[in-house]
């Protein structure tokens, strides 16, 4: 099983700033990784897959960059309703796929 | 527009049984791969179970395999999942997905969940 680790677990910022989340795999998933975002009392929401295509209706401030073992989510300037919860999820060894445990985006 | 409404939730005994179920509506439910997902109370996420179109393919996470069954009804479009010899590690929020038919191995679908509880 590939497991998929978050840092940090939460993540403190102003809005208009830049958040920067990470995500590591135990072993390489090249570019099969999925970003979601998940705000409370919702089910989840893809933003990102193959690592750095956004998903459809997905604004520009969300970009995704890495491969093989190590990934990075980027909101360029968080606006309010960025706030929430953002899970990665590898796609390229199955079953399982899994997720990572996840980082809450707060307002700092 | 995309639509899937979980039921079937509830309080049950450790030990104890539960059917649930997910309505779709909005695309061919037929055409695609489906999954359950669930959810800790405060916790993340982590895949539960997966079938294909027909229902002849179906994967577990190990930790439900032999408790859990995963099927679907595609002249109803509804996805099932029916949980047996429950346990407390059992309860969270189960979500039912749809798997990307375009990037296979993302949910790029999500309902909104309903809430498992096993507990005395």
């Known amino acids: 099983e590939i497991v998929m680790t978050q840092s940090p677990a939460t993540l403190s910022v102003s809005p208009g700033e830049r958040a920067t989340l990470s995500c590591r795999a135990s072993q390489s998933v090249s570019s099969n990784l999925a970003w979601y975002q998940q705000k409370p009392g919702q089910g989840p929401r893809l933003l990102i897959y193959g690592a750095s295509t956004r998903a459809t209706g997905i604004p520009a401030r969300f970009s995704g960059s890495g491969f093989g073992t190590e990934f990075t989510l980027t909101i360029s300037s968080l606006q309010s309703e960025d706030f929430a919860a953002y899970y990665c999820?590898?796609?390229?060894?199955?079953?399982?796929?899994?997720f990572g445990q996840g980082t809450k985006v707060e307002i700092k | 527009e995309v639509q899937l409404v979980e039921s079937g939730g509830g309080l049950v005994q450790p030990g104890g049984s539960l059917r649930l179920s997910c309505a779709a509506s909005?695309?061919?439910?037929?055409?695609?791969?489906m999954t359950w997902v669930r959810q800790p109370p405060g916790k993340g996420l982590e895949w539960v179970a997966n079938i294909n179109q027909d229902g002849t393919e179906k994967y577990f996470v190990d930790s439900v395999k032999g408790r859990f069954t995963i099927s679907r009804d595609n002249a109803k479009d509804s996805l099932y999942l029916q949980m047996n010899s429950l346990r407390a590690e059992d309860t969270a929020v189960y979500y039912c997905a749809r798997v990307d038919d375009y990037i296979w191995g993302t949910f790029d679908s999500w309902g909104q969940g309903t809430l498992v509880t096993v507990s005395s």
């Open positions: 909005g695309f061919t439910f037929s055409s695609y791969w």
């Open positions: 999820q590898q796609y390229n060894k199955w079953p399982p796929w899994t």
